[in-house]
């Protein structure tokens, strides 16, 4: 069960990561669409795509696994846990929200503003530790 635990933390690492860096992404190409940088509006849908769909959406998915085997197997329970739950399906809302923006970068129709997504994108932060100290210090 412990290697499921560390693969579960290493698939946690690659989404998380991924997770942060997405929205930065974004910020990054509406900068370059305000610039008119054809180019760059091409570079960065090609790297959202190949970052969402190769990177976070398996980290997710890998992540949510692991993480439903390691609940089932230990039988875990509390209040801690069902509050770490929450946290772990606000980052799948979050997740799909990114996917909804990816679709509207690829397709030329962003609405969203710079400041807007450097404010999302640190947001998932707070669900990472939320979860982390939930997990840690199993507060109830």
Known sequence: MLWIKSLHIIFM??????IF?????????????AENDAKGDARFKI?????FWGIMTPGAVL?????LYLWLGYGITGRWMMSKLLFVVALVVFHLLCFG???A???NQNSKSEKFFRVINELPVFALF?????????PF
């Open 63 to 67: 992540t949510l696994a692991s993480g």
């Open 105 to 107: 970068f690829a397709n």
């Open 101 to 103: 923006y990816l679709r």
């Open 130 to 138: 939320a979860i982390v100290f939930l997990v840690v210090l199993k």
């Open 47 to 51: 790297m959202e795509r190949k970052l």
């Open 21 to 33: 860096y997405l929205p930065r992404l974004f910020v990054y190409h509406t900068q370059a669409l």
């Open 13 to 18: 690492v690659t989404w998380m990561s991924a």
